[in-house]
């Protein structure tokens, strides 16, 4: 299984961002996807996650209302859409696979990550 991240990049706080997640070598469409991040000296931490057929997402309380978090099965694409961005933002961001139905929050719960996409926020 492959997970290739991308979209990251460098932008002002109160910019936007769409970060993409494709996957190989696994049926996609059966497993939960999540995103993650990890700041300098900082545990990865949960984002957002979406079960498999899209119906249900979960959030991060700091990140509820400004991401979204979204799933395109034909492609075989994960997206996260960041608006309104922080500072605090600033991270490696990460996408996994969850080979469950339930959209859990904890990083042992992931059995695949892709390599991660540099997002930074500038004020």
């Known amino acids: 299984v492959q997970l290739q991240a991308s979209g990251g990049g460098l932008v002002q706080a109160g910019g936007s961002l769409r970060l993409s997640c494709a996957a190989s070598g696994r049926t996609f469409s059966r497993y939960t996807m999540g995103w993650f991040r990890q700041a300098p000296g900082k545990e990865r931490e949960f984002v957002a996650g979406?079960?498999?057929?899209?119906?249900?997402?979960r959030y991060a309380d700091s990140v509820k209302g400004r991401f979204t978090i979204s799933r395109d099965n034909a492609k075989n694409t994960v997206y996260l859409e960041m608006n309104n961005l922080k500072p605090e933002d600033t991270a490696v961001y990460y996408c996994?696979?969850?080979?469950?139905?339930?959209?859990?929050?904890?990083?042992?719960?992931?059995?695949?990550w892709g390599q991660g996409t540099q997002v930074t926020v500038s004020s």
């Open positions: 979406i079960t498999y057929s899209g119906f249900t997402t």
């Open positions: 996994a696979s969850d080979n469950t139905l339930l959209v859990h929050t904890a990083t042992l719960d992931y059995d695949y």
